[in-house]
């Protein structure tokens, strides 16, 4: 029977549909871990702490908001095509503002942006720009996968200044547990083109101008981090790989102390009462000092990991961030 060029289209068409179908059908979900939530966190602190009230998202007559705006689009991934997103909150006041990049903790694998909302919106309401950011975590994408996520945000942020009113000479990063780890990584890491990746936006800087550690790791190879007894599923040897004597070369390379110099930032760190996420802190503090950049220590000695999440601590906390930003930035 020979088919005619109508009978073809119907059949092709068909084809094509089927394609794609199976295309859909194939694209793998990306992997999540939402054990780490503020209601979880509540509940089990709570217990210990019931006098605690978390900070709750509520925005001040005096920020705008922008929500769920993408900062960069990565292409084929092994989920497929993937947006990644920030929230960003600024002072209707006219004028360039600092500005201040937050991110959110839960060991590389877990939490969301929306953490760092609450404290992003005081902090807008005192004059910066902030900007809660979207990375990748470990089920979807290992190390250094976060920090070419969290320096292709810095780099959108200055090529969207003029929109926000950003203050591009005044950009800061904190972040918090294994956020401060990254926000580490990412500051200390200032020029380093091979941290930069590959992830949108170039074109841009990315250098930070100062850094805010809340309780996150300065070194995995200190003896307080490296002397912790770990599961093969611990959430820094899922995200770095493999433990440090599968991956020594990641585990150093991922430590934030061996790539500070003489031009890092100033830093601030604001600590728990567990020893074990301040690890390498006093060394690298000792070399700041050294070299003459401005370092400043404040301890919450309750042992309460995420102190920042929570009152009666929270404001206090943003108290030593916005003293030190203005500090810094004069």
């Known amino acids: 029977m020979k088919l005619t060029s109508q009978k073809l289209i119907p059949i092709f068409l068909f084809v094509c549909f089927g394609f794609l179908l199976n295309a859909q059908s194939q694209k793998k979900e990306i992997p999540k871990d939402t054990s780490f939530n503020i209601h979880s966190d509540f509940k089990k602190n709570s217990k210990y702490f019931p006098f605690i009230k978390p900070l709750e998202d509520e925005l001040p007559p005096s920020v705008n908001e922008h929500r769920n705006v993408v900062y960069t689009a990565l292409k084929n991934t092994p989920y ?6 920030l929230d960003i909150f600024s002072p209707k006041k006219p004028g360039k503002h600092p500005a201040l990049i937050m991110v959110h903790g839960g060991g590389w694998r877990s939490g969301n942006k929306s953490l760092q909302v609450p404290m992003a919106q005081k902090l807008a309401e005192r004059g910066y720009v902030t900007v809660c950011v979207e990375y ?9 996968a976060a920090v070419f996520n969290i320096k292709s945000a810095i780099r959108w942020m200055r090529a969207h200044a003029e929109t926000y009113n950003i203050d591009t000479e005044k950009i800061a990063i904190s972040g918090c547990s294994a956020g401060g780890q990254l926000a580490m990584l ?3 890491t200032n020029g380093i083109e091979n941290k930069e990746g590959d992830h949108g936006n170039e074109g841009f800087p990315s250098n930070i101008q100062a850094i805010i550690d809340i309780d996150g790791v300065v070194n995995f190879m200190a003896p307080t981090s490296l002397n912790l007894n770990r599961r093969p599923d ?7 790989g493999g433990t440090f004597t599968e ?4 585990w150093k390379d991922a430590s934030s102390i061996y790539w500070a110099n003489k031009t890092s930032p100033p830093i601030l760190f604001l600590n728990s009462g567990y020893p074990r996420f301040h ?3 006093d060394e690298l503090i000792g070399m700041m000092a050294h070299w003459g950049i401005y370092t400043e220590v404040h301890q919450f000695n309750e042992k309460i990991h995420t102190f920042w999440l929570y009152e009666p601590w929270a404001n206090q906390t943003i108290n030593y961030i916005d003293n030190f930003l203005m500090k810094v930035f004069q």
């Open 279 to 281: 690890a390498g802190q």
């Open 80 to 85: 497929g095509d993937r947006d990644l997103h």
């Open 247 to 250: 991956k020594p070369e990641v």
């Open 186 to 188: 990412t500051g200390l």
């Open 136 to 144: 990748q975590l470990s089920l979807e994408a290992q190390y250094p």
């Open 234 to 240: 611990s959430p820094d040897v899922e995200w770095l």
